[in-house]
């Protein structure tokens, strides 16, 4: 009797992964470019980082349900050096923007900003005084697109 592995919240479903799998790039040794097959499916590697993002666990801590957390961080520290996980999300921001009517790409952005206190073992050259909220520390930038 053959067990069957249970399906965490953050599995994808049938009708998620029809949208996905074609939205993934083609591996190199399916385009002629020699290399070999994976050993996992990507669905189940997709799977498994999807689950580690969903629980904020260490890779470590994956559980055994899943392919060795090595193997699932070599797949995702590949496709992240290889820009594919930026490809990826592209890919899917602009089926999704195209299915709700807009532009593919998002043509606004917004900048917001914080300070955070800084303790001493901070460099004094990366940081400074906000006078508004009396706070020495760092000022950090935070960029988000904005879905326009």
């Given at each position: 009797?053959s067990?069957?592995?249970?399906?965490?919240?953050?599995?994808?479903?049938?009708?998620?992964?029809?949208?996905?799998?074609?939205?993934?790039?083609?591996?190199?040794?399916?385009?002629?470019?020699?290399?070999?097959?994976?050993?996992?499916?990507?669905?189940?590697?997709?799977?498994?980082?999807?689950?580690?993002?969903?629980?904020?666990?260490?890779?470590?801590?994956?559980?055994?349900?899943?392919?060795?957390?090595?193997?699932?961080?070599?797949?995702?520290?590949?496709?992240?050096?290889?820009?594919?996980?930026?490809?990826?999300?592209?890919?899917?921001?602009?089926?999704?923007?195209?299915?709700?009517?807009?532009?593919?790409?998002?043509?606004?952005?917004?900048?917001?900003?914080?300070?955070?206190?800084?303790?001493?073992?901070?460099?004094?050259?990366s940081?400074?005084?906000?006078?508004?909220?009396?706070?020495?520390?760092?000022?950090?930038?935070?960029?988000?697109?904005?879905?326009?």
């Open positions: 009797m067990e069957k592995r249970r399906a965490p919240q953050s599995d994808m479903t049938d009708a998620e992964w029809t949208v996905v799998r074609p939205l993934l790039p083609v591996p190199g040794w399916l385009r002629g470019r020699g290399g070999q097959p994976e050993a996992y499916c990507h669905r189940v590697m997709l799977d498994a980082v999807r689950y580690l993002v969903d629980n904020g666990i260490k890779w470590r801590a994956m559980p055994v349900d899943f392919p060795p957390w090595d193997r699932v961080y070599a797949f995702f520290r590949r496709w992240r050096e290889n820009g594919l996980v930026k490809e990826f999300h592209d890919r899917l921001r602009g089926q999704v923007r195209t299915q709700l009517g807009r532009d593919t790409e998002p043509t606004a952005g917004v900048i917001d900003s914080q300070s955070v206190k800084a303790d001493a073992v901070v460099a004094k050259d940081r400074g005084f906000d006078g508004g909220k009396l706070i020495n520390g760092r000022y950090l930038e935070l960029a988000r697109l904005a879905a326009r």
